[in-house]
């Protein structure tokens, strides 16, 4: 493989590519203004945004064919960072948050992905779905009443139309007929324009303005870290899923870094931190897209669109983005996840509702995340800790009793381990058989300690036997109970 | 199912075990003869105070099992050996099921942990603390026979073969129930027994002909006995008249009211009595 990808990756499939990469470009104008608007920055922003991770991550991504740009999880995240410090702030952020990815990348980190469970992921999209449904609730609050017709129009249409034609993404065709209705009738409702700056230009390299000291990285480091984390669990995410829908593997690894490199381009070009998107992804899929052109096709699409079209996009009706915007979290919502609820697992909810809850309380998917992984390892070790079982049998005399212990030890399943063993029996020898134990963590070694040193405290004698390496290995470290001279440092004072 | 015996080093140690072998042909249930132990609580070996080391916690602690393990493997050792000497008496008796418990806590303790597995109790009268006071009834047997769901036998000091039995009958519902137990375990088979009532001949307390019946299709040969006095005094002086070896009666049936005022009729019986009393529930 070369830095840019193999000759495969990119002219595997030139014709398909380049039809789905425009389809693609078409469907991201919208989102990327509504996704600017959500940040609170100019729509400019978040389409020179989609346009530079869009052409990097061609080149630098590790799964041809899927689509990045600005996202509403990254903006999401960006919101109080815009509005308490600026525009010069959002920049320098989307460059920190490249170098964190870049560095994830090269440690590997994607390998940590793992920890986050399916319940997590579904956790992360519902709130992903509902957090970008309420970031709509401001544009439907005392706005004209023309506003929700129309709404109510874009919706019909983006549903209603696949039904009969898919040649045009429905999305686009919503935009194109409510701003076409709403210069035709000069109707009182909001536009792009009034939103912000759209671009007129190329995008220019700039280095951010902000004075480069600690001070700064303390501003920037709380929104960094959870954009730099998001950014990869949602991108790393969606390379599973179109792992999944094209049947080929993916470099993890090298997307991580690869989403660094286009964070960090696209901040010196004056756009926001982005990431993989779900749907935008499907759909280049679905369309045919399967390399590295595809994704290519896009942005540089995408960028002579908004060039060549710019007065037409700022004359866009708010309402249209809206109903856009409504039907992405509707889309983005895992619908099937509220039936499950009552057929998987009591914990795989409580992990997944957790999770959600967390998101929409602190608006922070990141810590939703964190929640749900830690919950997620705190039911597993609870389940794994049922795997436990002590039997045990003693001679007529009641002289000597065998306990045998099956299953895992640890600190999750000490308490049930001490509790197994009866004191009160007045014991010769007691035996236990540790040959079909597991022993994992310094907690299962020391409950051992513990229940050695108290039979023996009675004066009854204990014989450990059949312990397996793993545990045996463990034990021969850190046990105290078998090293005679623990006892033989007693200085006296 | 098993019966219970509870052994220590007092005098009803071996009649206990005898008791227990004869249950235990009766009943045709294995023996668990039990010797509750309890150690002595862990001395200071050196004044400790002001004890500053590296790990020291951990080093005293260890200090204090290697003192305590020396002290109480003794202690064990003694104990198996009494066991051991019990439930060579007890097979000497002709049980062959036999099994020995040493329990590190009180006999209450022991009975609250196994009551499932439990069909009978066989306890000495007094126990090693009580043993030289011939008035006193020892505590643990109190505690017995108040907290216990099954019979409980409290052993008198030595063990006679059981021929001749008083059952004492008040009409109350443990009589009753001690009744139940004779005939369908056939404790009693092959035994006379007096079915002692105390009262007036044709009162409401006075035992029905199916009392007898049950009894006697269980292989008592039962007599009726009429006798009024005080309770406690006329079922002990009913025993040593027919020279009985065994009391049967109801535990502690009276109302909590009259038992504060003058006292339980069965603590009585058990206090007095010279031969063993069968106590269940």
Known sequence: MTIVGTRADWFGNIRADVLAGTVVALALIPEAIAFSIIAGVDPKIGLYASFSIAVVIAFAGGRPGMISAATGAMALLMVDLVKDHGLQYLFAATILTGIIQVAFGFAGLSRLMRFVSNSVMTGFVNALAILIFMAQLPELRGVPWVTYPMVLAGLAIIYILPRFTKLLPSPLVCIVVLTAISMAFDMNVRTVSDMGELPTSLPTFLIPDIPWNLETLGILLPYVIPLAIVGLLESLMTATIIDDFTDTGSNKNRESTGQGIANIVTGFFGGMAGCAMIGQSVINVKSGGRGRLSTLTAGVFLLILIVVLGDLVGKMPMPALVAVMIMVSIGTFSWRSIANLRVYPKTSSVVMLATVAVVVATHNLAYGVLVGVLLSGIFFAWKIGQLFQVTSSITDDGRIRTYVISGQVFFASTQSFVAAFDFQEGLETVVIDLTRAHFWDISAVSALDKVVLKFRRDGTAVDIIGMNEASSTMVDRLAVHDKADAIEYVPGH | ?281
Not at chain 2, 159 to 164: A, D, G, K, T, Y
Not at chain 2, 176 to 203: C, M, N, P, Q
Not at chain 2, 258 to 279: D, M, Q, W
Request: negative net charge; hydrophobic residues 45%.
């Open chain 2, 1 to 281: 199912m098993r019966i219970v015996a509870y052994i220590d080093r007092s005098e009803y140690a071996l009649s206990v075990c005898r008791h227990a072998a004869w249950a235990a042909t009766k009943l045709q249930l294995p023996v668990a003869l039990v010797h509750a132990i309890q150690h002595p609580a862990s001395e200071e070996g050196r004044d400790l105070s002001g004890y500053f080391a590296i790990d020291a916690p951990e080093t005293v602690l260890e200090d204090r099992v290697e003192h305590d393990e020396i002290r109480n493997r003794v202690i064990l050792e003694d104990g198996h050996r009494l066991l051991d000497s019990a439930a060579n008496t007890v097979r000497g008796e002709g049980v062959t099921d036999v099994s020995e418990r040493l329990f590190q806590g009180t006999i209450a303790d022991h009975l609250k942990q196994h009551q499932a597995e439990t069909a009978m109790v066989i306890v000495g009268k007094r126990g090693e603390a009580t043993a030289r006071d011939p008035n006193r009834l020892g505590s643990t047997v109190e505690g017995v026979v108040r907290s216990a769901h099954f019979p409980v036998m409290v052993a008198a000091a030595t063990f006679e073969p059981i021929e001749r039995v008083v059952i004492a009958w008040d009409g109350g519902r443990n009589v009753a129930e001690a009744v139940g137990f004779i005939s369908t375990s056939g404790l009693l088979s092959g035994i006379e027994a007096t079915l002692l009532h105390v009262g007036e001949r044709g009162d409401r307390s006075e035992p029905g002909a199916a009392v007898i019946h049950q009894l006697e299709a269980s292989g008592v040969s039962v007599a009726l006995d009429h006798r009024s006095g005080r309770v406690a005094e006329t079922i002990v002086q009913s025993a040593t008249d027919l020279s009985a070896q065994l009391i049967v009666m109801g535990a502690f049936s009276q109302s909590r009211i009259r038992h504060l005022v003058s006292g339980s009729t069965t603590r009585e019986v058990l206090r007095v009595a010279a031969c063993s009393v069968l106590v269940t529930h």
